[in-house]
């Protein structure tokens, strides 16, 4: 581990010539040792003073290798007081919590470029570290997720089913997009039996013992007044919103977030379906996506989708095609032809000038009920959907364009693949 830290330190003092950090300027980059504080204040700062698509990458350079030193300065330092010490004689181990800390917020805050796997290294030597650690003392923690009291609804317009098809015959469907439910596409992941993401044992481990930091939506929906997001422990996460059996706080959602990039290790119990890599239409003409430049994807994009039941993702369209594939739990999926898109109300721009007219203004659960009028969406009860309850091991194929309405039966884990 000492070694390992020297080494980076002795490199992230000297970044190479063509390396965007230099233009942060002379003085940023000298101090990168002795005032790691100051550096990550200073490009957290720049940072925030640009929408993040347009943050120059030097800030986000500085502040990961910034937070990298910090980190490594942190384990030195431990290293160092342990000396001559047992591993059982040593109490604290909070200091191994604090420096995931520092080096996951790198992750999220910046995306950590030309670092992701540094970061990665330091918290696998960290784990490989920590193995001597009294397992006597570990915190037991339940190896199943609660069981829910949320109805599966019937399904009155389901969505076709085929079983593993071929390459080919996907192709073929793509001629026509619509929505179809593929079954055992996915029976050879580990996620699904050997390395099992419904055991929260698993999830634990592979998070570092919840110490790994995610960002966490709270509330019902990101429509609803009140949402807010938070970044939070894993550890926290699993114990206040997906393991708790009396929850008196609001829901806390893992959603359409890169978890596998930040945590590779989960990355390797999955891997991308092979009709991500055939080529799909563009939207239909005629349709809100139809003249929109949208951007040509190299490789698929991951997400991942992790919370409790009653978890909803309102009424909302994508840009790209989605392969949604279910690897824990049940989800309810309500589907519309982009073609509808005038009768789902789509909100627009909206205060700040956020564009939001990729999400409808229709509440889909309030508007199920019976006794709730049309009010100021009389299009919306006349808008033909179709529907599907999406299991452990199935994979959902939505259209560029389609709009869909997600919620939650059950805990439930699951993983989207946009290309195009």
């Not at 910046?110 to 784990?127: D, K, M, N, Y």
């Not at 339940?142 to 089913?161: G, H, K, M, W, Y």
């Not at 930040?262 to 092979?274: A, E, G, T």
């Not at 409790?308 to 690897?327: E, F, K, R, W």
Request: negative net charge; contains cysteine; proline residues 9%.
């Amino acid at each position: 581990m000492e070694q390992l830290c020297n080494t980076l330190i002795g490199s992230l003092q000297h970044p190479a010539k063509t390396d965007s950090i230099h233009e942060c300027g002379a003085a940023a980059t000298s101090l990168i040792l002795s005032r790691p504080d100051d550096l990550i204040r200073l490009a957290h700062d720049k940072i925030h003073s640009f929408p993040f698509s347009s943050v120059p990458v030097c800030w986000r350079r500085l502040y990961t290798d910034a937070s990298i030193i910090k980190a490594v300065l942190a384990i030195k330092s431990h290293l160092a007081s342990a000396k001559g010490k047992a591993f059982e004689d040593i109490e604290d181990d909070d200091w191994m919590t604090d420096i995931v800390k520092i080096l996951d917020m790198a992750l999220i805050m910046t995306g950590a470029p030309l670092r992701e796997s540094t970061i990665e290294e330091l918290i696998q030597g960290l784990q490989t570290y920590s193995e001597p650690s009294r397992p006597n003392k570990r915190r037991k923690v339940d190896d199943s997720f609660p069981t829910s009291n949320f109805c599966a609804p019937e399904l009155q317009f389901p969505i076709p089913r085929r079983t593993a098809i071929t390459m080919s015959e996907f192709e073929k469907h793509l001629q026509d997009p619509n929505p179809l439910v593929i079954q055992e596409a996915l029976s050879h992941w580990p996620a699904l039996h050997d390395r099992p993401w419904k055991s929260p044992v698993y999830l634990m481990e592979k998070t570092f013992g919840g110490r790994r930091l995610i960002p966490v939506e709270i509330g019902r929906s990101y429509t609803d007044e009140g949402w807010g997001q938070s970044i939070i422990t894993f550890k926290e996460f699993m114990h206040r919103y997906l393991l708790n059996m009396n929850p008196t706080e609001k829901t806390g959602y893992l959603a359409q977030h890169d978890l596998f990039s930040q945590i590779p290790s989960l990355r390797n119990d999955i891997s991308i379906p092979d009709y991500c890599y055939t080529s799909p239409p563009p939207p239909p003409v005629g349709t809100p996506l139809a003249n929109e430049a949208i951007p040509q994807l190299d490789e698929p994009l991951l997400n991942a989708w992790f919370g409790p039941a009653g978890t909803i993702s309102p009424l909302h369209t994508d840009p790209y095609h989605n392969i949604l594939c279910q690897v824990v739990g049940k989800k309810y999926v309500r589907l519309y032809n982009p073609r509808e898109s005038e009768k789902l109300y789509p909100r627009g721009v909206e205060e700040g000038g956020i564009d939001m007219g990729n999400t409808s203004q229709v509440d889909v659960e309030s508007m199920a009920e019976e006794d709730v009028s049309d009010g100021d969406f009389p299009l919306f009860r006349k808008a033909p959907y179709v529907e599907t309850i999406l299991s452990e091991g199935e994979c959902l194929y939505i259209p560029v364009g389609w709009w869909h309405y997600v919620r939650s039966l059950t805990v439930s884990f699951s993983i989207s693949f946009w290309w195009n």
